[in-house]
C-alpha cells in the first residue's frame, strides 16, 4: 500500500513539473518584451538593458526556466509586468481571501450533501427523493455565474433586498471582517458543487442498500438506525471521497467566475485582472498556484480510495 | 462473405432488439422536456437574428435611445441599445462556438482514446500520461493562460475548450474502447488484415457509440458553460458583440435599474444548459438499459 502510494505521488510532481514547464512556455509565446511593457515606450535604451540584466531576460531559456521553478519554491513568484509589485505581496491577502471562501463551500457542502443524499438513497422513489435528485439535476446543469446572478437577484436586488451583492472591504481590513458579503459567494459554490455530491451519495448508498451484508445484518435484526450507520454508511463514503475531491479540486478553479460576480478580492478576481492586462507573471504564479491545489486535492482523493480499499489494505497491488 | 454475414446478423438485430438507442431516449418524459427546452432556446437563438431588425426597429448595435430606459419590450442597456435586439442577435455565437469547441473535444479525444485502448504499450501511456498534464489544470484557467498569450479571439476559446475536453472524453473512450477490443470480431478482422483505422471506425466506434454520446451532451452541456463564462469574465466576445455571455457582463451593474438585460440572457442560457442536460441524463439511461439487455 506505501508503494502504490509513493508511486501516486511521485506521478503528481512529475506532471506538476510538466505543467510548469507548460505555464513558462506561455510567456515566449507572447509577443513584446516584458521590460519594455514595465517601463513604457519613453524608456531609454539603458533603462531597458538594465532591467532586462535584472530580470534576468538575456539569460538562455532553459537558465530562466530554472530560476523561475526555482522561485516558486522560495515563494519568489516575480514581478508583476502591470503594476511593477512583486508578485507575492500582490497575493499574499488574496490567497487568504480565496482559502476562507473554499473552506466555507466545503464545510457547508459536504456535511449537507451526504446528509440529503443519504435521505434521498433511504427514500427511494418517494417524493423527498425525486425533488432532491430533481433539484440537484438542474442545478448541476447551471453555469456558475447564472447560480450567482440568480441568488443576486433573489436575495440583494430585486425579490428581497437583504444581503450585499459586492464584496467591498476597505483597505488594511479583511474580508472576514464582514461576514454578510460572504453569503452570497459561499451559497453560490455550495449550489455548485453539492449537487454532485448528492448524486454521487445517493448512487452508492442505494448500491451498498442493495448489497449482501445490509441484508444479512437485516435479516439477523440490527436495528435499522444501527444497519444504516455502522454498516452501510462506511462503504459508501470511499467513493463519495473521490466526487468530493473532484468538487474541490474544481472549486480551485470555479472561484474565478465566482469571485468575479461578487467582486471578491481574491485569486480569482486577480487573475482575470491579471488576464486583462496580460499581466504574464502573475497569471504563471496563479496558474501554478491552482494547478498545485489541483494535483494535490486529487492527490489526497487517491490516497483516501487506496487506504478505504480494502482489497489494498493487505499491500497487494492493483 | 463478410457482407452476406453482417446482413444476416442485420437483419437478425432488426427482429430481437425492438426499440433503438434513440427511441430509448424519446421515450423517457425527461429527454421530450429537454428537447422541448433547447429546442426553444435554439429557435430563439436560430430564427432571431433573421428578425432584426424588422421586429424590433432596431439591429443589435444600433442606438435606441438613453442607456437603461425602459423604452421598447425591454428597455436599452448599458449603450442605449435595444436589449431585445440583442438578446435576439445574441445566442447564435454562443451555439456555433460551443457546437464547434464540442466537435473538436470529440474528435481528438475519441481518436486518442481509441488508439490509446487498441494499440497499448507506450503509446497508450504517453497519450494518457498527456492526459494526466492537461487533467492537473483546471478546464477555465487553461483557458485564461491561451488568451493571455494569444488574446480574446472566438477561435483561441473554441480550440482551448475543444483542447481541455479532449482529455476527459479520452479517458471515457478509452475504458469503454479496451472493453470492445478483446471481442472475436475484431480478432477476425485482424486476421483479415483490415487496417487498422478501418477497424477503429468500423469495428470498435459503433460499439461505443453509447457512452460516446453521454459524453457529448455532457461536453456540450459544458462548452455552452465554458464559453459563456469566458464572455461573462470579458475575455470571450468581444464588444460591441451582441452575445449572451457579454450581455450580463454589461447590464450588471443596473440589474436594479433595467433588470432585463441581465435575465433574458441568463434564463436563456440557464434553459438550454438544463435542457440539454436532461437530454444528457436520459442518453445515459437509454444507453445503461441497451447495455443490460444485451
Known amino acids: 500500500m506505501l508503494g502504490l502510494i509513493l508511486r501516486r505521488l511521485s506521478i503528481s510532481a512529475v506532471i506538476l513539473l510538466v505543467v510548469s514547464m507548460l505555464v513558462f512556455v506561455a510567456t515566449l509565446l507572447l509577443p513584446g518584451d516584458p521590460a519594455q511593457a514595465l517601463l513604457g515606450q519613453q524608456a531609454t535604451p539603458e533603462r531597458?538593458?538594465?532591467?532586462?540584466?535584472?530580470?534576468?531576460?538575456?539569460?538562455?531559456?532553459?537558465?530562466?526556466?530554472?530560476?523561475?521553478?526555482?522561485?516558486?519554491?522560495?515563494?519568489?513568484?516575480?514581478?508583476?509586468?502591470?503594476?511593477?509589485g512583486s508578485v507575492a505581496v500582490l497575493l499574499g491577502d488574496r490567497i487568504a481571501a480565496s482559502l476562507v471562501l473554499m473552506a466555507g463551500a466545503a464545510a457547508i457542502s459536504i456535511p449537507v450533501g451526504v446528509i440529503v443524499g443519504t435521505y434521498s438513497a433511504l427514500r427511494r422513489g418517494k417524493a423527498g427523493d425525486h425533488a432532491a435528485t430533481g433539484v440537484s439535476l438542474v442545478l448541476a446543469a447551471l453555469p456558475d455565474f447564472v447560480i450567482g446572478i440568480a441568488l443576486v437577484t433573489l436575495f440583494s436586488t430585486t425579490v428581497f433586498t437583504v444581503l450585499p451583492s459586492v464584496t467591498m472591504a476597505p483597505p488594511g481590513e479583511h474580508v472576514w471582517d464582514y461576514p454578510s458579503q460572504l453569503i452570497l459567494p459561499i451559497l453560490t459554490l455550495v449550489l455548485v458543487i453539492m449537487p454532485y455530491i448528492i448524486r454521487m451519495m445517493r448512487t452508492t448508498m442505494i448500491e451498498v442498500l442493495d448489497s449482501g451484508y445490509v441484508e444479512m445484518a437485516r435479516l439477523k435484526g440490527v436495528?435499522?438506525?444501527?444497519?444504516?450507520?455502522?454498516?452501510?454508511?462506511?462503504?459508501?463514503?470511499?467513493?463519495?471521497?473521490?466526487?468530493?475531491?473532484?468538487?474541490?479540486?474544481?472549486?480551485a478553479g470555479g472561484i474565478v467566475v465566482v469571485e468575479f460576480l461578487f467582486r471578491y478580492p481574491g485569486v480569482g478576481q486577480a487573475l482575470v485582472d491579471a488576464v486583462t492586462n496580460r499581466d504574464v507573471q502573475v497569471v504563471q504564479a496563479l496558474a501554478m498556484l491552482i494547478a498545485a491545489v489541483y494535483v494535490v486535492v486529487n492527490l489526497l482523493a487517491d490516497i483516501v480510495g487506496i487506504v478505504t480499499n480494502p482489497k489494498l489494505r493487505t499491500g497487494g497491488t492493483r | 462473405?463478410?457482407?452476406?454475414?453482417?446482413?444476416?446478423?442485420?437483419?437478425?438485430?432488426?427482429?430481437?432488439?425492438?426499440?433503438?438507442?434513440?427511441?430509448?431516449?424519446?421515450?423517457?418524459?425527461?429527454?421530450?422536456?429537454?428537447?422541448?427546452?433547447?429546442?426553444?432556446?435554439?429557435?430563439?437563438?436560430?430564427?432571431?437574428?433573421?428578425?432584426?431588425?424588422?421586429?424590433?426597429?432596431?439591429?443589435?448595435?444600433?442606438?435606441?435611445?438613453?442607456?437603461?430606459?425602459?423604452?421598447?419590450?425591454?428597455?436599452?442597456?448599458?449603450?442605449?441599445?435595444?436589449?431585445?435586439?440583442?438578446?435576439?442577435?445574441?445566442?447564435?455565437?454562443?451555439?456555433?462556438?460551443?457546437?464547434?469547441?464540442?466537435?473538436?473535444?470529440?474528435?481528438?479525444?475519441?481518436?486518442?482514446?481509441?488508439?490509446?485502448?487498441?494499440?497499448?504499450?507506450?503509446?497508450?501511456?504517453?497519450?494518457?500520461?498527456?492526459?494526466?498534464?492537461?487533467?492537473?489544470?483546471?478546464?477555465?484557467?487553461?483557458?485564461?493562460?491561451?488568451?493571455?498569450?494569444?488574446?480574446?479571439q472566438g477561435w483561441v476559446v473554441v480550440l482551448v475548450i475543444g483542447i481541455t475536453h479532449a482529455p476527459r472524453i479520452a479517458r471515457v473512450t478509452r475504458s469503454a474502447a479496451s472493453a470492445v477490443i478483446t471481442e472475436d470480431f475484431i480478432r477476425a478482422s485482424e486476421m483479415y488484415?483490415?487496417?487498422?483505422?478501418?477497424?477503429?471506425?468500423?469495428?470498435?466506434?459503433?460499439?461505443?457509440?453509447?457512452?460516446?454520446?453521454?459524453?457529448?451532451?455532457?461536453?456540450?452541456?459544458?462548452?455552452?458553460?465554458?464559453?459563456?463564462?469566458?464572455?461573462?469574465?470579458?475575455?470571450?466576445?468581444?464588444?460591441?458583440?451582441?452575445?449572451?455571455?457579454l450581455m450580463i457582463n454589461e447590464n450588471r451593474i443596473a440589474l436594479t435599474l433595467q433588470p432585463w438585460g441581465v435575465i433574458l440572457p441568463v434564463l436563456a442560457i440557464a434553459i438550454l444548459t438544463v435542457g440539454s442536460n436532461l437530454i444528457t441524463d436520459a442518453v445515459a439511461r437509454a444507453s445503461a438499459t441497451v447495455e443490460e439487455s444485451k
Not at chain 2, 39 to 47: D, E, K, M, P, R
Not at chain 2, 75 to 90: E, K, M, V, Y
Not at chain 2, 119 to 147: E, H, T, W, Y
Not at chain 2, 197 to 210: A, C, E, Q, R
Request: aromatic content about 8%; proline content about 6%.
Open chain 2, 1 to 152: 462473405m463478410t457482407t452476406i454475414d453482417t446482413q444476416l446478423e442485420a437483419s437478425a438485430a432488426v427482429v430481437d432488439t425492438p426499440p433503438g438507442l434513440l427511441r430509448r431516449i424519446v421515450r423517457q418524459r425527461q429527454a421530450k422536456i429537454g428537447l422541448v427546452l433547447t429546442g426553444i432556446v435554439v429557435l430563439v437563438a436560430v430564427v432571431g437574428p433573421l428578425l432584426l431588425p424588422w421586429l424590433t426597429g432596431y439591429t443589435s448595435t444600433e442606438f435606441a435611445g438613453r442607456p437603461f430606459q425602459p423604452d421598447g419590450l425591454f428597455g436599452t442597456d448599458n449603450l442605449g441599445r435595444d436589449i431585445f435586439s440583442r438578446f435576439l442577435d445574441g445566442g447564435l455565437t454562443l451555439l456555433v462556438f460551443a457546437a464547434l469547441a464540442t466537435a473538436l473535444g470529440m474528435i481528438l479525444g475519441t481518436a486518442a482514446g481509441m488508439l490509446a485502448a487498441y494499440q497499448g504499450g507506450r503509446l497508450d501511456s504517453v497519450i494518457m500520461r498527456g492526459n494526466d498534464v492537461l487533467l492537473a489544470l483546471p478546464q477555465l484557467v487553461f483557458a485564461l493562460l491561451a488568451i493571455t498569450v494569444l488574446g480574446p
Open chain 1, 48 to 84: 531597458l538593458e538594465a532591467l532586462r540584466a535584472q530580470m534576468n531576460l538575456n539569460d538562455p531559456f532553459a537558465q530562466r526556466y530554472l530560476h523561475w521553478l526555482g522561485g516558486l519554491f522560495v515563494g519568489d513568484f516575480g514581478v508583476s509586468t502591470a503594476s511593477g
Open chain 1, 223 to 251: 436495528p435499522e438506525r444501527q444497519v444504516i450507520w455502522r454498516h452501510a454508511l462506511p462503504h459508501a463514503i470511499a467513493p463519495v471521497a473521490q466526487v468530493v475531491a473532484i468538487q474541490l479540486a474544481w472549486l
Open chain 2, 193 to 245: 488484415a483490415v487496417p487498422r483505422w478501418k477497424i477503429l471506425v468500423k469495428d470498435v466506434l459503433p460499439n461505443i457509440t453509447g457512452p460516446l454520446m453521454v459524453e457529448l451532451g455532457l461536453r456540450m452541456t459544458y462548452s455552452i458553460a465554458a464559453i459563456a463564462s469566458l464572455s461573462f469574465l470579458g475575455l470571450g466576445m468581444q464588444p460591441p458583440t451582441a452575445d449572451w455571455g
